[in-house]
């Protein structure tokens, strides 16, 4: 505690060092799933178990983690990618495959979490308020550039996604990136 009586914040290294262990175990969790074995993510992260074990004493721990990591992700993504790619369709679909990288992790959070429905419905909603502001923007942008017909709203296409990305957990032959590519080239006019 500092002197004030508020947490002291963490130190930019510190910071840093759980920002890659997240990215890490984001990684891990979309070609493995989210059961994958700890000591993967600490191989993958360059770090000791118990580094992980510390920052996160529970596997729902660190999913809840990886979760809100990737949702920031995904929310800072939007616009810097409008900003550095050419046209806002490109940007969209960057940001479409980053979106399906999360929801292929996200969908093993739900057993992580069993136990505590009310906590995933927070991290839903969480999920909601940060993302569809920033799909919103990426369909208005290239709306306004005519690289997309107009009327497409954020969360349906969201939704549609995420639907496109189920069958991703049962059968590994499953690639919904071609999906999703149809249904955004489904967008243009």
Known sequence: MSTAGQPRSKRADAVRN??????????????????????????KAGVGM?????????RAD???????????????????LLAETGSPLAALRRWAELFVDFLVTKHGLANALQSDSGGFETL???????????????????????????GTQAYELMRGIGNLCI??????????????????????P
């Open 50 to 58: 118990g580094t992980i074990y510390r920052h996160f004493p529970t």
């Open 62 to 80: 660190l999913v809840v983690a990886v979760y809100r990591h990737q949702v920031e992700a995904c929310a800072e993504a939007g616009p810097a």
């Open 124 to 150: 839903h909603a969480y999920f909601l308020d940060r993302l569809v502001p920033v799909c919103a923007q990426l369909l208005d942008a290239a709306v306004e550039a005519g690289e997309i017909r107009p």
């Open 18 to 43: 759980q920002q890659t262990l997240l990215a890490a175990a984001a990684a891990v969790f979309v070609s493995s799933g989210v059961d994958a074995p700890i000591r993967e993510i600490a191989a």
């Open 167 to 188: 069958g991703r957990d049962t059968d590994p032959r499953y690639d919904p990136r071609r999906l999703v590519e149809l249904l955004l080239r489904g967008l243009e």
